[in-house]
């Protein structure tokens, strides 16, 4: 059974840092490119970044440059965001994604708020 399971997400203060966490299970993970999304209340989900399988490519969106880092642990089955100088806007639900050509995985979603 396919699991992503991300966790981490909490309220936070704006200029704080969360690092978030997505454990995956029941496929090859080291295979997969890792992304995260995520989705704020009325809008679109959109692409974070990106990490390739092996962890050499990495990919942001404009938005997060400079402020969220994507890392990956092949052998814990886990990828990492890490968000530093979070703003207001950067609040959201946060997503796991996993694909591998038409493979493609989702996790439950973990919310994160930035607020004073």
């Known amino acids: 059974q396919v699991q992503l399971v991300e966790s981490g997400g909490g309220l936070v203060q704006p200029g704080g840092s969360l690092r978030l966490s997505c454990s995956a299970s029941g496929f090859s993970f080291s295979v997969f490119g890792m992304s995260w999304y995520r989705q704020a209340p009325g809008k679109e989900r959109e692409l974070v970044a990106t990490?390739?399988?092996?962890?050499?490519?990495?990919n942001y969106a404009d938005s997060v440059k400079g402020r969220f880092t994507i890392s990956r642990d092949n052998a814990k089955n886990t990828v990492y965001l890490q968000m530093n100088s979070l703003k207001p806007e950067d609040t959201a639900v946060y997503y796991c994604h996993a694909q591998r050509i038409s493979q493609v995985y989702w996790g439950q979603g973990t919310q994160v708020t930035v607020s004073s």
């Open positions: 990490i390739s399988n092996l962890g050499l490519t990495k």
